[in-house]
């Protein structure tokens, strides 16, 4: 008798087909688990008169003012990250380089409060360089981080605004600077209220934290300090005499500073601010007009040569530990830019450069 045959064919896994197989599923996987780096490269070098609009100013620019952006992304994957090896112009960060240990939330609010305050304060120094004054409110403290060793840690996270301390209202980071360091030492427990933020929520919430030494131990003559072990920074509102639009949702950050300030003052102004020139730039700002440094500066360069920019506003070097200029110039050179690097302390002296400039011919 026959024996009964199945007449599909039968599928057997060779040695091959294992390995061939364990390969596929490494790949996979690999594509799924994130590195602790982030890629930064140059990014963009945008026309700012689109994106800024004051009530009542005129757009009649024949050159541009244009702000510079840095592309930032995280190397989800390996093969993110070996790109960042390869391609020109790529600088590799580590995580915690960049965000710190700050969580998403922290992160994101920090992120949100100074590209905010960003803007506030370049309409402010906007205005005050056209002779035009604009009511500011503040609100609190706002928490930009905190220190190692702070026993704060525990209590207030960045992005928390205080509000109050031991009862007293504090509006202004001087307010809670001078009742500190004027009433207290170190190891008294302060009382400490303030707002938290999250998913657009906002809580109110309250601790008891303890201060300590914050005078400078490099410093022999350093004058005694006493505090949280954050750094302070003043959550305000403002309201300008003209109303300011600002569309930049897809840049973060406060390196756009200067460069809106420019444009905001320009649009206040008659004549041309521009004199016809493509002029790029970067560098934070305060309420009274002081540029202030930034990071991957070398990238800017990058993205305003290729936009075809002739000048470049760079923030002065005024310490040790600045080197925007020096690296925008390095950088420029590098690449054989044919940009005027100018350094600028002040949104004045980028003002008094410009105001110089002969017309373009």
């Avoid at 780096?37 to 003012?65: H, I, R």
């Avoid at 305050?117 to 503040?138: E, K, N, P, R």
């Avoid at 657009?200 to 601790?207: G, T």
Wanted: charged share 25%.
């Amino acid at each position: 008798m026959s024996q009964p045959h199945d007449d599909k064919p039968r599928r057997y896994w060779t040695r091959k087909n294992i390995t061939g197989a364990l390969i596929t599923v490494v790949v996979a996987a690999s594509f799924l688990i994130p590195t602790p780096y982030y890629l930064n490269q140059p990014g963009t070098a945008e026309v700012l008169a689109p994106k800024v609009t004051v009530q009542g100013g005129a757009k009649d620019e024949k050159g541009n003012l244009m702000l510079t952006t840095v592309l930032s992304m995280q190397a989800t994957n390996i093969y993110y990250l070996a790109y960042g090896y390869i391609w020109p112009n790529t600088e590799i960060k580590k995580e915690e380089d960049v965000r710190g240990n700050m969580s998403d939330n922290e992160y994101d609010r920090l992120l949100k409060h100074m590209m905010d305050s960003s803007q506030q304060c370049a309409v402010i120094s906007g205005f005050h360089a056209a002779g035009l004054a604009v009511d500011i409110t503040y609100d609190g403290v706002f928490v930009r981080s905190i220190v190692e060793n702070s026993k704060a840690a525990g209590f207030l996270q960045v992005g928390d605004v205080i509000t109050e301390v031991d009862g007293h209202a504090v509006v202004k980071s001087d307010d809670l600077i001078k009742y500190i360091n004027t009433s207290k030492k170190p190891g008294d427990v302060v009382n400490v209220k303030f707002t938290r933020f999250k998913d657009d929520k906002q809580e109110q919430k309250e601790a008891n934290i303890p201060l300590m030494d914050l005078t400078d131990p490099k410093d022999p003559n350093a004058q005694k300090r006493v505090g949280f072990g954050v750094y302070p920074e003043n959550e305000m509102k403002i309201k300008p005499p003209q109303d300011v639009q600002i569309h930049a949702e897809d840049i973060g950050g406060p390196s756009a500073g200067l460069m809106f300030s420019l444009e905001i003052y320009s649009q206040l102004t008659e004549g041309d601010l521009t004199k016809g020139y493509k002029i790029a730039g970067t560098g934070t700002i305060d309420i009274d007009g002081h540029v202030g440094q930034i990071g991957g500066i070398q990238h800017k360069i990058v993205a305003a040569d290729k936009a075809g920019a002739e000048i470049f506003f760079a923030p002065a070097d005024l310490t040790s530990d600045d080197s925007n200029t020096q690296v925008a110039k390095q950088e420029a050179e590098k690449i054989g830019s044919k940009m005027k690097i100018v350094s600028v302390k002040t949104l004045q002296d980028a003002l008094d450069y410009l105001h110089s400039l002969p017309d373009k011919k």
